[in-house]
């Protein structure tokens, strides 16, 4: 199992940009599909963006193609999620997933 801890969220303005880190440890990273998943206030988890286990195949939702890219570095154990022309819509805590394993989730705040 691998362990994952979430970093680099925040406040950020309509319009701003923000990357994601997703940290793992204690197994196999590179083995992995991957995920971020996102829980808006009062609501459920919704799936935003995931990428296969050698990076090369990305995948997204609707409400984020386009604005959203996500990238790994197997070197570095390290999953990321570069997120652009934020929406307030897109406050939410972020999440990623591989296998059984989430992290603590980082929370994204985007208003002015």
């Known amino acids: 199992e691998v362990q994952l801890v979430e970093s680099g969220g925040g406040l950020v303005q309509p319009g701003g940009s923000l990357r994601l880190s997703c940290a793992a440890s204690?197994?196999?990273?590179?083995?992995?599909?991957m995920n971020w998943v996102r829980q808006a206030p009062g609501k459920g988890l919704e799936w935003v963006s995931d990428?296969?286990?050698?990076?090369?195949?990305?995948m997204y939702a609707d409400s984020v193609k386009g604005r959203f890219t996500i990238s790994r570095d197997n070197a570095k154990n390290t999953l990321y999620l570069q997120m652009n022309s934020l929406k307030p819509e897109d406050t939410a805590v972020y999440y990623c997933?591989?296998?059984?394993?989430w992290g603590q989730g980082t929370q994204v705040t985007v208003s002015s």
């Open positions: 997933n591989g296998g059984d394993s």
């Open positions: 204690g197994s196999t990273f590179s083995s992995y599909h």
């Open positions: 990428i296969n286990s050698g990076g090369e195949i990305p």
